[in-house]
């Protein structure tokens, strides 16, 4: 890859001049994504909310003014039509069902399809109940935080608090930025979108644990190096390998998103994102961070007393 023969093994860049303005960033991002959160909300698909999903082709293109006065007559909450594909034939129907068992759905499914006529080709139909809503949603929640605890648990006996303080941290920052922008764009919440967001923590400590690695090495390897160079140097040492990583996912992420559909329109976004906010965060906020302790202090305290308590 030519256009990145400048990332090599020798890279000196500075990353540490430009911490404040990365601390700026991020919190500029944070409250964003929190504010986004406390008065926008969140877009819940139909595996949370509860409702109706119906895919539909036809042998014509879609007039989606037509479709509409066509489906007026159907009760049902927030009926959202929306054109998907390319050739312009192809429609998504979507409307909440709350407070409707799965016998009343299907009436209202029946309803729909007597509304539109012959003609139409019905690809997916999906029906979610109420109560099943509920279920998926707290369920998704609690995977979700019982994924980043565990996260958390490995990184606390990983690494010495510093660096555990800061990798927290970093995860953190990734994963409420990036829900925040789902809620800001108002992507669908769905189990996708929560297997896309645990996807992203997983890369994003990944990146934050070589890093760190690289860290505790050169603190054993140059001892008199002044903790500002060590952390640029660190981070120099993997950039290449940072950079190539993160373009590799990135191409595949960017892939998914532009061909793989509406269905996967959230997934593939939290993806895309997570790779960009977990290479930025692993830099400028988890170990940009580490420059505020004095890790040498620690490596010291370490070196006098070894694990059996004999002072060497």
Known sequence: MKMFSWVTKDTNIDFLKYRKLGYALSITMCVVAILSMA????????????????????????????????????????????????NGDEMMIRAQAKGLDEKAQMAAVNQIKESLGSGYEYRKVELVGPQVGDELKRAGVIASVIAVLAICLYVWFRFEWQFAIGALIGLSHDLLVTVG??????FDISLTTVAAVLTLAGYSINDTVVNYDRIRENLRKFKKMPQYDLLNKSTNDIFSRTI?????????????????GDALRSFSFTILWGVIVGTYSSIYVSTTLMNLFNLRANQNAEKNINPFGNVE
């Open 39 to 86: 008065f926008k909300g969140f877009n819940y698909g139909i595996d949370f909310s509860g409702g109706i999903l119906i895919e539909v082709k036809s042998e014509q293109p879609i007039n989606m003014e037509d479709m509409r006065k066509k489906l007026s007559s159907v009760d049902l909450d927030d009926l959202n039509l929306q054109s998907i594909g390319e």
């Open 181 to 186: 922008l789902l809620s800001l764009f108002g």
């Open 244 to 260: 190539l990583t993160g373009i590799t996912t990135l191409l595949a992420a960017v892939a998914l998103f532009a061909v793989g």
